[in-house]
């Protein structure tokens, strides 16, 4: 759902599995700032993904510091080592969002 415009937005991203859990990097490429859907997601924290066939319904949670937002930033990086490139490109640290089943 847009932050401003109330519109409902569907954006394809690329997700990470913990365990049970999945999360998203917002990364935006490693540019100096966070993609919309990063705001749009802070604004309208309850909200539903697809993954598969599964449409799933989450509330979301930001990590933007800590050892858990480092732990599961590793796990993408190690996955696909763009996401290690892209932290070196900016001066922010890359959010993880966690996306947890309602």
Known sequence: ??????????T???????????????????????PAWYYNLLANPDTT?????????????A???GDERARLYKI????????AEYQTKTDRLIPVVVLRRK
């Open 63 to 65: 990590l933007t510091e």
């Open 49 to 61: 993904i697809e993954v598969g066939p599964d449409t799933i319904e989450v509330t979301i949670e």
């Open 76 to 83: 993408a990086a190690d996955k696909m080592p763009n996401f």
């Open 12 to 34: 394809p991203l690329v997700y990470h599995q913990d365990g049970d859990q999945l999360f998203i990097i917002a990364s935006k490429g490693g540019t100096p700032e966070n």
């Open 1 to 10: 759902m847009g932050a401003k415009s109330g519109t409902k937005r569907i």
